[in-house]
């Protein structure tokens, strides 16, 4: 048998439920965005929210631009140990003359595509069904994301969205949202980057194929 003081809360508990307080505010919960759209075209609040959180952005016109930038970034940065798995990264690494690097773990630079990149956070949205898996993302110390203009969306609702839609018969069982280089403040509140993830993080958007 329940105790006495159990009961009056339990009786308490049953009259609230059988007469519901009504929302306060029924007009608060509606599917408007809180966040208002930018005037600017999205590869440009992209670029600046990406740049804002130390990450290094690059626009491409089209692909024979990003060979020649991605050329020149390895000859200055010395970087001759290029991880990367997607087949169309691959043919785009031969046409340099560079043979892809197989060792992930002792890497100076990976490279991958993205499925979406948001605007108005400066993410690159990566999932487990591309070729470059989990782990070539965040192990290399420095990552490097190829990005074409029809995955640049405005906002996270719109990325998850048309996830959903690409993956509708089997869902990736990871998806992140990657916005520039690891960072912590973890240990006396000190901004560190590198701890979890790339110390760097390269952006190349290119506008068409």
């Known amino acids: 048998m329940p105790s006495a003081s159990k009961e009056n809360i339990l009786k308490k ?22 966040y208002t759209s ?6 440009i609040v992209f670029a600046e929210e990406f740049t804002k959180l130390q990450g290094k952005f690059s626009f491409c016109v089209h692909e024979q631009e990003l060979s020649l930038q991605l050329s020149q970034l390895f000859s200055q940065q010395g970087w001759t140990k ?26 100076d630079v990976s490279i991958t595509g993205c499925e979406y ?11 487990s ?6 782990t070539t993302s965040i192990y290399a110390p420095i990552h490097i994301c190829i990005a074409y203009n ?6 996270v609702k719109d ?16 998806v992140t949202f990657a916005t520039g280089p690891s960072r912590t403040a973890d240990i006396e509140k000190t901004l560190v980057t590198g701890v979890h993830g790339p110390k760097e993080v390269y952006c190349f958007l290119v506008e068409s194929f």
């Open 13 to 34: 508990i049953r009259k609230a439920l059988s007469n519901p307080v009504p929302l306060p505010f029924p007009e608060s919960e509606g599917a408007q965005s809180v």
């Open 38 to 43: 930018s005037q600017d075209d999205d590869a």
């Open 82 to 107: 290029i991880y990367c798995k997607e087949p169309n990264l691959i043919r785009l690494l031969h046409s340099l003359s560079i043979e892809p690097y197989q060792n992930l773990t002792d890497c």
């Open 117 to 127: 990149l948001v605007a108005r956070t400066g993410s690159m949205v990566l999932s």
């Open 129 to 134: 069904a591309q070729a470059s898996g989990r």
């Open 150 to 155: 029809s995955q640049l969306v405005y906002d």
């Open 159 to 174: 990325a998850l969205q048309f996830i959903k839609e690409k993956y509708k018969k089997k869902f990736p069982s990871f």
